[in-house]
């Protein structure tokens, strides 16, 4: 895919929303946000909040305070409110809505993180809200459907804005209205993914940071008709050079920004780039250092 087609398909399956809906449920990460277990038990003293570890019943279970947990929140709006805050400056997870029974959907989870991918040995990491919204795209539209079908409504802060997923189609006379979800299977298992449909995922994920930034950067991104889709090709390039980490890819977009977007390909940059004896924080510093480039060797577009 190109980046008009990772942005038209991230928009399409995991469109923006300004804030998170209403939620009877929280899939939240401990390894993700380590003061979480205290806020929960914090919580718990002024209202029910019952939650019970995805890695229950499982050989994951000695590791479960650095695991997936599934709260009810629906006798906790104080603590869901709290959560929501929490989930915009820490990825903690993910809240639904839904009219399942907490014990149907801790089925539907449980399967898919340990059923999820093909050979039952790694686990599905359905509780990233950084990753979820990219899986989601990379995921088959049927297999997409089997996750999602347990809330008629996901909701998730991905680092940059809210995102909403619903298990429908976004089309049809019901587009964005809220879909009562089919009744939980009792004995369903997860549709395996082989591990090539994970392949498409960290392209994804670019386009998801490229929206955040192109967002930020507004006033400085050269093309004003399609600023994400002008991020994510500065990201895909820093990614083809072996910058895959968020905080190096805002490095490398910034840089972009500065000096062109093909600053990588001109002196001095070019050589510190393709210096393999200096580690990638130095050689970004490095460029970052450069505090002018000639005009005769910049290239905009």
């Not at 008009?4 to 993700?32: K, N, Q, Y």
């Not at 919204?133 to 049927?142: E, I, V």
């Not at 979800?181 to 994804?204: G, H, M, S, Y």
């Not at 072996?242 to 093909?262: F, K, M, N, T």
Request: glycine share 6%; proline share 11%; aromatic share 8%.
């Amino acid at each position: 895919m190109d980046a008009a087609e990772l942005i038209e398909t991230l928009e399409r399956v995991t469109p923006v929303t300004p804030a998170c809906g209403p939620a009877s449920h929280a899939l939240v990460d401990f390894a993700a946000d380590d003061s979480l277990l205290a806020l929960l038990y914090n919580a718990a003293v002024s209202e029910p909040v019952p939650w019970r570890s995805l890695f229950e019943d499982t050989p994951w279970w000695p590791h479960w305070r650095a695991g997936p947990a599934l709260v009810d929140l629906r006798q906790a709006p104080a603590f869901q409110q709290a959560l929501a805050r929490r989930m915009v400056e820490v990825p903690g997870g993910i809240l639904l809505d839904t009219s399942w029974t907490t014990g149907g959907l801790h089925r539907h989870l449980s399967r898919w993180l340990h059923q999820g991918l093909t050979g039952g040995e790694t686990l599905l990491r359905i509780q990233d809200p950084r990753k979820f919204g990219p899986l989601l795209c990379a995921m088959p539209p049927s297999q997409r459907q089997a996750l999602l079908l347990c809330a008629s409504a996901w909701s998730w802060h991905d680092g940059h804005r809210w995102r909403l997923a619903r298990p429908f189609p976004a089309t049809g006379p019901a587009a964005g209205q809220p879909q009562t979800p089919l009744p939980a299977p009792p004995t369903a298992e997860a549709p395996a993914l082989p591990p090539d449909t994970l392949a498409d995922v960290p392209a994804f994920w670019l386009a998801s940071e490229a929206q955040g930034y192109a967002t930020h950067y507004a006033d400085v991104v050269p093309d004003d008709d399609h600023p994400a889709r002008w991020v994510l090709e500065r990201l895909l390039e820093a990614d083809r050079h072996g910058v895959h980490a968020s905080q190096h890819l805002e490095r490398w977009l910034r840089l972009a920004l500065r000096h062109g977007a093909s600053f990588f390909r001109q002196p001095p940059f070019n050589a510190l780039l393709d210096n393999p004896q200096v580690i990638l924080d130095q050689r970004l510093r490095a460029m970052e250092d450069i505090l002018e480039m000639p005009d005769d060797q910049r290239h905009p577009a």
